[in-house]
């Protein structure tokens, strides 16, 4: 007795044809932070963008190891070397987004206690803007 179905083989020859989906999301207002209608194209990916550098990675069990971004580890660094560590962990991050093309133009600044790394993320549907901040202390 077969428990799971079977057939679906695909034949010798048949070639398969990747097709990639709309990124149609839940649009969220940033000022009310509820949802208000849908999104699609840059506007999609730039929350996107912004929720997996916000999420803090292998943290909360919501979301796949694949998700977020990990800030474990730079607290109480040099500044040099959680700018560059920044710079890897955040092409890390959004490297798992198929939306994403490349990180470009990084660069930061320390104010008192607080490093902020600005990024221009190209997409298939163009640049947005991303901003992640690091306590040193």
């Not at 730039?46 to 796949?64: C, D, G, N, P």
Request: hydrophobic share 40%; aromatic share 8%; glycine share 8%.
């Amino acid at each position: 007795m077969n428990i799971l179905p079977g057939g679906g083989e695909i034949a010798a020859g048949m070639k398969i044809q990747e097709e990639n989906q709309p990124s149609l999301t839940w649009k969220i207002n940033p000022e009310t932070n509820q949802l208000d209608g849908k999104t699609d194209g840059l506007t999609a990916v730039s929350q996107s963008v912004e929720a997996m550098l916000s999420v803090e990675r292998f943290f909360w069990q919501i979301f796949t190891p694949a998700f977020g971004f990990e800030t474990s580890g730079l607290i109480g660094q040099d500044s040099g070397y959680v700018a560059s560590e920044l710079q890897r962990r955040i092409e890390d991050a959004l490297s798992v987004d198929d939306r994403v093309i490349g990180v470009e133009s990084f660069s930061y600044t320390v104010s008192e206690e607080v490093l902020t790394a600005n990024v221009i993320v190209s997409t298939v549907y163009g640049n947005t803007q991303a901003q992640v901040e690091v306590n040193l202390q």
